[in-house]
């Protein structure tokens, strides 16, 4: 599929007893909250994010952004534009760390406590070695 580097997608926003709402028609099940104006917009665009990078992971297809003319709101609504660069969003998802359990024979487990070896340090450039990655690889190439 891929994604674009850049989305702008319609939302309701609904002002709530304490807080906000954020409604996207375009996109079931992506509904941000927030306290604040701010915190509302942070987590709509990072809603709209992780939503778009999910539906791209599944194989679905992106809708075409509504047009505001087309959205019904009530009198305690009103409708925003929500626009996401995808690069930063990306970058996190792609370079998030995972736990993984490793197990090792206690001879060697106490030769690299004895010199300070970093497993996680160890285990990455072993991995990128063994792959054929010899620099950091990130979402960009």
């Given at each position: 599929m891929g994604l674009k580097s850049k989305y702008i997608f319609p939302a309701?926003?609904?002002?709530e007893e304490k807080g906000y709402s954020v409604q996207f028609p375009d996109l079931?099940?992506?509904l941000p909250y927030g306290s604040t104006l701010e915190e509302v917009q942070k987590n709509a665009r990072e809603a709209l994010a992780l939503h778009l990078y999910g539906m791209d992971k599944d194989g679905e297809d992106?809708?075409?952004?509504s047009s505001i003319r087309d959205l019904k709101i009530?009198?305690?609504q009103c409708v925003i534009l929500v626009d996401v660069l995808m690069a930063p969003y990306?970058?996190?998802i792609f370079?998030?760390?995972v736990k993984k359990t490793l197990t090792i024979p206690k001879w060697l487990d106490d030769l690299a406590k004895e010199n300070n070896v970093n497993y996680s340090q160890v285990l990455q450039s072993a991995i990128k070695k063994q792959v054929g990655i010899e620099e950091r690889h990130s979402v960009n190439g």
């Open positions: 309701i926003l609904t002002e079931p099940g992506c992106i809708p075409e952004a009530e009198k305690h990306l970058q996190q370079n998030q760390s």
